[in-house]
């Protein structure tokens, strides 16, 4: 893509070791995604109390930036990676949600809710997916808007056979003084504004169908 690019070209040979014709990369084949049957979950039932006033009369995912709902955002991302069946985990203000997005037709995608009676938390909401899907799936919190590619996520938890996977972001803390080590009333060691270094939980996640039968 890189070489397409800098060359204003759509189409460039493959050849082997000598130099014979194999094959030919096309400029719409690589940039348009392959189409994924995997469902994507987006949990968009908190009641957002860390953003009150502005969740007092409309739902966190909703709320815009950059003159969109944060939610449309992670939709639209998706799509682009090939993701087209959605199921929106709603509870607080849900109905502002559904308005607004209807059955996803507006964005060319499908979308369907699992309407939550009470707020159940993330485990509690994929309890109530129905049907199971068949095949693994991405769950993401409706107001994580990331530049991870969601379609890496889902082909490294398949390629690892995993139960679950979890996106994680590295975390940096400076502490704002030196620290020193002692041993007794000796000075053993001194370390100046140490970076503590951790993984975080990112809110994406990529799920086998078998696991929810431990929810």
Known sequence: MQLMLANKIQQIPIVDDQHHIVGLHLWDEITTPPKRSNMMVIMAGG???RLLPYT???PKPLLT???KPMLEHIIERAKLEGFNHFVLAIHY???MIEEHFGDGSNLGVQIYYSREKSPLGTAGALSLLDPIPEAPFIVTNGDVMTDICYGKL???HIRHDAAAAMAVHV????HPFGLVQTKGVEIVGFEEKPVARSHINAG???LDPDSLSFL
């Open 171 to 174: 975390n940096e803390w400076q």
């Open 56 to 58: 007092e009369t409309c």
């Open 65 to 67: 930036v950059a003159g």
């Open 154 to 156: 889902l082909d490294f």
């Open 204 to 206: 994406v996640y990529a």
């Open 47 to 49: 009641m957002g109390t």
């Open 93 to 95: 203000l849900g109905h």
